[in-house]
């Protein structure tokens, strides 16, 4: 969608700000420019609207060479969002909004209209903020009109411009969030630079870690995380970029471990027997629905079966009618609320572990139960998924070797 052929911006000072840069960028992929401040990632992606000219090479959008379009034409193809957001102080913010279907000509009803539908979008009711100024507004929620005026034309490309990055952390990551949502409906051909490995991370299909005036790494977060393709690279996404990958690797099938499974409806002695049969302490417990309930402990359903024998053998009242209390799983399982979906990332499971204080967590797709995650797995599932991402190959073909195999 987005092409870049060896091209290079000199300015007549003698700065080069970008130098012979070559990319491409896919219809519907989000890709993040980040590098430190200088670097060229504002130059790299003003060309591409044409607010800057190269001094060389070509660019193509949807295959046309863009220096043969007029740019009023080609900027409306291509949504612009600044960190400045630049909105017209005495309009208000519906108005705002419509601008660029404004100077399309569309009727006002139409773009006013439109204008609704966006603000709505992004999460601003039309009807409590459409009629006031930018001045009326929070820091986050003019970044959120920034990101409806873009769009207002509906697009096919956005160029985004440390678009979140006059705000708080928390609204930061607020508003990172509510765009992932919104890219996963609209599939615009995004760039967006910032300045921020954590925002390249979290938004990205791909990063572009630019050193001075070129591209260092261009691949999958997990990759430039993983496998750092330079010494600047790696520096650049930093000592921690462990850590940073824990948000980028999804859990998958192969991570999870298979304890054994009894139902709500079981018998105590028959599961107590499965579970030492199995040398398992504890087995997960799943309803008649196999949805997951919870767990129980082999301690527990051996302890309740051997006073299922006393109670039986001292003719206890309840045992009379055939159904003595305790007499299945369900009377002595334990709730277990601490599960998350299979393709969550590891960061998500990790936080979820040490919110339920857990040693494992069910892994459910949909509301099927598919198996465990405890830490040690999560901690292979992470270094699996580095070897399996540099080489290319699944993860579960990849063979560790750890402290036991020594
Ligand atoms: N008009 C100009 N004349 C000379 N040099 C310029 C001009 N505009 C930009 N530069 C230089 O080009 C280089 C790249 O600038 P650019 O704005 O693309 O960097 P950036 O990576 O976006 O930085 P930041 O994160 O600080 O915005 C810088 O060294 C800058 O000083």
Redesign the pocket.
């Given at each position: 969608m987005i092409r870049f052929e060896h091209v290079t911006k000199s300015?007549a000072?003698g700065?080069t700000?970008v130098d012979d840069l070559s990319f491409e960028v896919a219809e519907g992929e989000l890709v993040t420019l980040v590098?430190p401040?200088?670097?060229?990632?504002?130059?790299?992606m003003k060309m591409v609207n044409r607010l800057i000219e190269p001094t060389s090479g070509t660019i193509y959008l949807d295959g046309d060479d863009i220096s043969a379009i007029d740019p009023v034409e080609l900027r409306r193809r291509i949504g612009y969002v600044i960190q400045q957001v630049g909105l017209f102080p005495h309009k208000t913010i519906l108005d705002n909004t419509a601008t660029v279907p404004h100077l399309l000509g569309w009727p006002r009803k139409k773009a006013r209209a439109r204008a609704a539908e966006l603000l709505d979008l992004v999460g601003l009711d039309p009807a409590t903020y459409g009629d006031r100024y930018p001045d009326q507004l929070s820091g986050g929620q003019r970044q959120r009109v920034g990101v409806a005026r873009a769009l207002a034309a509906d697009p096919p490309v956005l160029l985004m411009d440390e678009p979140f990055g006059a705000v708080d952390p928390v609204v930061r990551e607020h508003l990172q969030n509510e765009f992932l949502r919104l890219q996963s409906t609209l599939h615009k051909t995004v760039l967006f630079?910032t300045?921020d490995i954590e925002e390249a991370v979290r938004l990205g299909d791909r990063i572009a870690v630019?050193g001075a005036g070129r591209i260092e790494q261009f691949d999958t977060p997990a990759t430039v995380l993983g496998a750092p393709a330079t010494p600047y690279a790696a520096e650049f996404v930093g000592a921690d970029r462990g850590l940073k990958r824990l948000s980028v690797t999804p859990v998958e099938t192969g991570d999870l471990e298979q304890p054994p499974i009894v139902h709500l409806d079981d018998e105590v002695r028959h599961a107590a027997d499965r579970l030492s049969a199995d040398g398992a302490p504890w087995a997960v417990v799943l309803d008649a629905d196999d949805n997951l309930h919870g767990w129980v402990s082999a301690a527990t359903l051996t302890g309740a079966a051997a006073a299922g024998d006393a109670t039986a053998t001292g003719k206890d009242a309840a045992a009379a009618d055939g159904a003595p209390q305790g007499a299945t799983v369900r009377a002595h399982a334990r709730r277990m609320d601490a599960w998350l979906p299979l393709g969550a990332p590891l960061k998500q499971a990790f936080s979820t572990m040490l919110q339920y204080d857990a040693g494992w967590i069910a892994v459910l797709d949909g509301d099927r139960f598919l198996g465990v995650l405890t830490p040690a797995r999560l901690h292979e599932a992470l270094r699996r998924s580095t070897t399996a991402d540099a080489a290319n190959i699944a993860r579960d073909e990849v063979s560790l070797h750890t402290v036991h195999d020594v």
């Open positions: 300015y000072d700065t700000a590098g401040s200088g670097c060229g990632k504002t130059t790299t630079v300045h630019y």
